[in-house]
């Protein structure tokens, strides 16, 4: 496997443990996503280095996760239905700072805009919708720090699938020898990715978003 890992025992010594943050594994100037799918769906990404074929939907909308563990708890250690492999998926930071650019929140926040109007217009035109959950540990108990989700549709979704991508790679080995430690309870081998709190560098990401700000 090509990302970084770390002992989770380690993970969260630098990591905010409150507040809206994105957690990621940069490389260079890219960033990694995940998404998990079916068998089907992601031996094509995968072979192919983008999505398509006759198993995927361009006509429905599409979650990414930047954060690891995040992806674990929704797909249950890649053993709920149609989530069985779990994809990292490498891009551009700028591809990504522009997804973030487009996101409207999930619920209305009258701070952001101005009536409950205006919210469901602006969700509407929309293609990224954006949504913060309770992070959580590897056996699935809420942290009181957010993570972050982010739902693609249209042609965002269509240049995510087909032009953005940098390379896709299959990591449910790693899922499933992490979650058999977990299960056996061995700590001192347990590992997760490792992950640093992303810059986002663009004041207009930071009040959308309403991201915190960390420092060590």
Do not use: C
């Not at 989530?83 to 891009?91: R, S």
């Amino acid at each position: 496997m090509n990302l970084q890992t770390i002992h989770h025992r380690s993970y969260e010594k630098d990591l905010p443990q409150s507040g809206r943050h994105i957690l990621a594994q940069t490389r260079g100037e890219n960033i990694i996503v995940y998404q998990a799918f079916n068998t089907r769906i992601s031996r094509f990404a995968v072979e192919h280095q983008r999505f398509g074929g006759s198993h995927y939907k361009f006509s429905r909308m599409s979650w990414i996760k930047p954060n690891f563990l995040w992806m674990m708890y929704r797909a249950g250690w890649a053993v709920k239905e149609h989530q069985q492999q779990i994809l990292a998926i490498e891009i551009s930071q700028e591809h990504f700072r522009q997804i973030l650019r487009q996101a409207v929140h999930s619920t209305y926040k009258e701070h952001i805009y101005g009536s409950h109007e205006a919210w469901k217009a602006a969700l509407a035109s929309s293609e990224v919708r954006l949504q913060w959950d309770p992070d959580h540990d590897p056996h699935g108990a809420k942290l009181d720090r957010r993570a972050v989700q982010l739902g693609l549709r249209g042609d965002v979704l269509k240049q995510f699938g087909t032009e953005w991508i940098v390379s896709i790679e299959d990591i449910t080995p790693f899922v499933h020898e992490q979650k058999a430690l977990l299960d056996a309870r061995n700590w001192d081998e347990f590992k997760v990715i490792q992950e640093t709190v992303w810059p986002a560098n663009d004041q207009k990401i930071i009040d959308v978003l309403e991201l915190d700000t960390f420092s060590l």
